[in-house]
């Protein structure tokens, strides 16, 4: 009992310095059922549901197939990164180039622009890189072999002293 009016009294404290700490807190207390996705559509009228939940239109909205990863209804969007959607579009928010509803991805981690994307057409054919790469690469091992016989080192003669057989510069007491 003391613990729980210890707990009031901390909150009354926190609430009287600043009553948004303890609203957030309430508010967002953790996981909030919208988050969840529903079950997978099977007739018509969910697909039809799903779409207009996800603000698509019926002819947009393809959910995941039913795998069991667990993505239910949520909607299966193409894999386009956000570096190739357009910058000088006003957006609701431009550090992340959305708008307030768009639907999110489900791999928007993986898309997001701090991460790789191919948004912009390769120079050159992949056939090229790949014929580049394997011409530089034979070319290095082409010269390992061709001078593995010949091998490097550092041409250092034996040290020279003015008299054979006599110690120079050594700590021994005599």
């Not at 209804?73 to 956000?82: A, Q, R, S």
């Not at 992340?96 to 991460?115: G, I, M, P, Q, V």
């Amino acid at each position: 009992m003391a613990a729980l009016i210890k707990g009031i009294k901390l909150a009354a404290q926190i609430s009287n310095r600043n009553p948004a700490i303890l609203y957030t807190s309430v508010r967002h207390h953790g996981w909030n059922k919208d988050y969840k996705p529903g079950k997978f559509p099977e007739s018509d009228k969910d697909r039809e549901a799903a779409a207009k939940k996800y603000g698509l239109t019926t002819a947009e909205y393809q959910p995941y197939p039913d795998d069991g990863l667990g993505y239910g209804d949520y909607p299966k969007l193409p894999d386009v990164p956000v570096e190739a959607r357009d910058p000088y579009y006003p957006y609701d928010f431009p550090e992340l180039k959305r708008n307030l509803h768009d639907t999110l991805h489900a791999e928007t981690d993986f898309w997001s622009e701090d991460r790789f994307g191919s948004a912009e057409p390769l120079r050159y054919e992949m056939k090229t890189y790949w014929l580049a790469f394997l011409g530089v690469m034979t070319g290095c091992f082409a010269v390992y072999y061709w001078l593995e016989n010949y091998k490097m080192f550092r041409p250092v003669l034996a040290k020279q002293y003015p008299h054979e057989g006599k110690s120079h510069y050594t700590f021994d007491k005599k």
